[in-house]
Antibody
Framework: EVQLVESGGGIVQPGGSLRLSCAAS????????MHWVRQAPGKGLAWVSR????????DYADSVKGRFTISRDDAKSTLFLQMNSLRAEDTAIYYC??????????WGQGTPVTVSS | QSVLTQPPSASGTPGQRVTISCSGS????????AYWYQQLPGAAPKLLIY???QRPSGVPDRFSGSKSGTSASLAISGLRSEDEADYYC???????????FGTGTKVTVL
């Protein structure tokens, strides 16, 4: 059974940092592109970042470029999102997704991030 | 601000057909595939349509996707109460080198 379990969310002050993790199981993690998507409270979905197989191709939304870093540890089947210089507008539920936009995409349940003083 | 525009709401009675539009540009929908997600209240999004008009296994054929030029559409036929949800289009924007989601459409079953 495919599982994606996000962790690392919480409450942080503006300008602070958080590192999100997404532990994957039930599939060969190293064979898939992985994505992060977020959803602010009461708002729509927003794509954040993706990383390809092997980690050689990475893309970011303009809103997080230069502040967020996506990475993967295939040996531990884990996806990461390092978030620095956090702003109030980064407050959202962050979802980890396997093979997003494909016929076998799978979403985790999300981890909440709140940026507030 | 999203580059993919959807109507904020759509509605219909059970059994009716509802269509949701997604207006983009030549840098996204007009040049690459469109995808559609359904998000039920309190749940993670679920993929309904990929590659403009393909349904993943398990998605009922009441859901169909189409595309013309820089716009994509999702049609729900035989509307059912369980279709009441938020629907989002999404596509790759080559100019931004990023995926972009639509503004979202809330479907209400009257």
């Amino acid at each position: 059974e495919v599982q994606l379990v996000e962790s690392g969310g919480g409450i942080v002050q503006p300008g602070g940092s958080l590192r999100l993790s997404c532990a994957a199981s039930g599939f060969r993690f190293s064979n898939y592109w992985m994505h992060w998507v977020r959803q602010a409270p009461g708002k729509g979905l927003a794509w954040v970042s993706r990383i390809n197989i092997g980690g050689s191709r990475i893309d970011y939304a303009d809103s997080v470029k230069g502040r967020f870093t996506i990475s993967r540890d295939d040996a531990k089947s884990t996806l990461f999102l390092q978030m620095n210089s956090l702003r109030a507008e980064d407050t959202a539920i962050y979802y980890c997704i396997k093979d997003a936009f494909g016929p076998r995409d799978f979403w985790g349940q999300g981890t909440p991030v709140t940026v507030s003083s | 601000q999203s580059v993919l525009t959807q109507p904020p709401s759509a509605s219909g009675t059970p059994g009716q057909r509802v269509t949701i539009s997604c207006s983009g540009s030549s840098s996204n929908i007009g040049n690459d595939n469109a995808y559609w997600y359904q998000q039920l209240p309190g749940a993670a999004p679920k993929l309904l349509i990929y590659n403009d008009n393909q349904r993943p296994s398990g998605v009922p054929d009441r859901f169909s996707g189409s595309k013309s030029g820089t716009s994509a559409s999702l049609a729900i036929s035989g509307l059912r109460s369980e279709d009441e949800a938020d629907y989002y289009c999404v596509g790759w924007d080559g100019s931004l080198s990023a995926y972009v989601f639509g503004t979202g459409t809330k479907v209400t079953v009257l």
